[in-house]
């Protein structure tokens, strides 16, 4: 198994069976990453799909660190996904077939591998999956 890390720290919960976003609050605002030194809190790991973009080609580098070749770029899709009560939040998403996307379509936190490091480390991030119709709403609760 190879060793994995997130992305940065206390951006999610991780390792996770329900991972959550970690923000920060203060006066009542809900700040995504958090601010360094507020209070933190745990977001909802449910939201719905606001709008979203597929990437078809690589973004430039620096700063961008995934596979800068266009013959191997494997496109993906970011979206905006409005968590209620709370705040937008942009995030990959899972699915990178726009035809199987649509706003409003109900979304669930999930941490995905996004790159791969020379010495074998798999970095870990934090993506939005659609939610299967029917599918039920647990995992809400605080963790």
Not at 14 to 30: F, H, K, Q, T
Not at 78 to 104: F, M, Q, S, W
Not at 107 to 129: K, Q
Not at 130 to 143: L, Y
Request: proline share 15%.
């Amino acid at each position: 198994m190879p060793t994995q890390q997130p992305v940065a720290e206390n951006l999610f919960t991780w390792p996770s069976d329900e991972p959550r976003l970690i923000a920060s609050e203060r006066d009542g605002v809900i700040s995504f990453p958090p601010r360094p030194g507020d209070p933190t809190r745990l977001l909802s790991r449910r939201g719905t799909l606001w709008t979203f973009t597929t990437q078809q080609f690589p973004p430039p580098s620096p700063p961008y660190d995934g596979d800068p070749n266009p013959k191997t770029h494997v496109p993906y899709a970011v979206g905006y996904i409005e968590l209620p009560g709370e705040l937008l939040v942009e995030a990959r998403l899972t699915e990178a077939d726009p035809a199987k996307l649509r706003v409003g379509q109900e979304m669930e936190l999930t941490v995905v591998p996004y790159v791969t490091r020379p010495d074998g480390t798999e970095i870990l991030t934090f993506a939005f999956a659609p939610v299967a119709d029917g599918a039920s709403t647990s995992g809400e609760g605080a963790a």
